[in-house]
């Protein structure tokens, strides 16, 4: 089993989930700079679209050094693809890579990927072994021009590559999962032993299963028992689901027996939650600024509206957040959030 970076992390592990729409190179940027979680993961990108050679999905597939360790996470249901995502991830210079095998959405699931792999884990172990098989032909040195990747995908990687004064060092990547504790029941002792058999370094566990999407609690109970029977085998369990600080991630630990957290929506607007810190008002409004002006800079192709949820996430719990949160509602550029916020600040 190749662990790499996760030998070095001090546990408890605590990292930054991974979310669809959220937790772009921008996002994770600011969670390292002001949180320092122990491990990022970039947001879902199809195996299939890399494959079939999307580019736009290179856009998934940005950060920046700051955010080491980075886990480059892909989703889709064909074998072959998770073998070139892989290899991918790898030649891109990512640290890890991460197989989702918990998303519920709809089309996402119907598909058969995501978390509509627990329903045919035989599909979800060969998934792993071509992504391994991706990773191991990295480390070993494979050209990837003798890969089979589609040809405006090997360029990006080259173009890449030339930005970055050459190919990343070839190493064997650690492989981890994600998922949840079942489809429509919970299933974890029967679909933890599955996943144990193909050797992920971790697998990340979000107490819920595909039909509850995200209602009621996660079952912190289900991932305890995943623990148990991860025990012995090498490959770590982290728990995910309804933490909202440090603390409780802590408490989460040492409950559960876990050997770290993932911590999702209490991120948003708060990256300072990874350093247990509470964030006065200026921060957030420095926050609010800086976020912005990287995100123009990062992702010069995407529209600023991308950018107004987060806005609106650090524009909570101050006086006057309100009003301020609807006046950058309408704002269009890093400029705009800048004079927004000055202005705001001068009729104080
Ligand atoms: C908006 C959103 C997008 C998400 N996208 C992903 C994703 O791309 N990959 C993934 O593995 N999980 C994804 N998740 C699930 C989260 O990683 C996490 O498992 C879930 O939010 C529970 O953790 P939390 O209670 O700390 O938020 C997403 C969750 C949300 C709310």
């Known amino acids: 089993m190749e662990r790499g970076f996760w030998k070095q992390l ?13 937790t772009d190179a921008a996002f994770r940027f600011m969670s390292a700079k002001y949180g320092h979680p122990h491990v990022v993961y970039t947001e879902f990108t199809a195996a299939e679209g890399i ?11 940005r950060y920046s ?29 990512f640290d890890g890579v991460d197989i989702n095998m918990g998303c ?23 998934i792993v072994r071509e992504a391994r098989r991706g990773l191991e032909d990295w480390g070993r040195g494979v050209e990837i021009a003798d890969a089979g990747l589609h040809p405006a995908i090997l360029e990006y990687v080259h173009t ?6 050459g190919a990343p060092v070839r190493c064997v990547l650690p492989l981890t999962i994600k998922t949840r504790i079942g489809y429509d029941a919970v299933a974890v002792e029967e679909w933890i032993k599955h996943l144990l058999e193909v050797e992920p370094v971790a697998i990340a566990i979000h107490g819920r299963t595909l039909k509850q999407l995200y209602t009621g609690l996660a079952n912190w109970d289900a991932i305890g028992r995943a623990v148990e029977i991860a025990r012995g085998s090498g490959t770590m369990i982290l728990g995910n689901g309804d933490v909202s600080s440090l603390a ?26 990874f350093a247990d810190h509470t964030a006065t008002r200026e921060e957030k409004l420095q ?24 806005l609106a996430w650090y524009c909570s719990g101050f006086d006057g957040a309100r009003e301020l949160r609807i006046q950058l ?20």
């Open 104 to 126: 519920p959405a709809k089309n996402i699931a119907e598909a058969g990927s995501g978390a509509a792999l627990i329903r045919t884990p035989d599909l979800a172990k060969e």
């Open 160 to 165: 890449e590559w030339a930005r970055l004064d």
């Open 10 to 22: 001090v546990k408890p592990i605590i990292g930054l989930a991974p979310m669809d729409g959220v």
């Open 65 to 93: 050094e700051l955010e080491r360790p980075v886990v480059a996470q892909v989703f889709g249901y064909h074998p072959e693809a998770f073998y070139k995502a892989a290899l991918v991830a790898a030649a891109l210079g």
């Open 329 to 348: 509602m309408t704002t269009q550029s890093a400029d705009d959030v800048e004079k927004v916020i000055h202005a705001w600040n001068g009729k104080e």
């Open 287 to 310: 926050a609010c600024i800086e976020h912005s002006r990287y995100f123009e800079k990062i992702s010069p192709d995407q529209r600023f509206l991308n950018m107004r949820k987060h």
């Open 248 to 273: 409780q991630a802590r408490e989460r630990v040492a409950q559960y027996g876990v050997d770290g957290v993932l911590i999702g929506r209490a991120a948003e607007g708060n990256p300072w939650v």
């Open 51 to 61: 494959e079939a050679g999307a580019l736009r999905l290179m856009r998934d597939f």
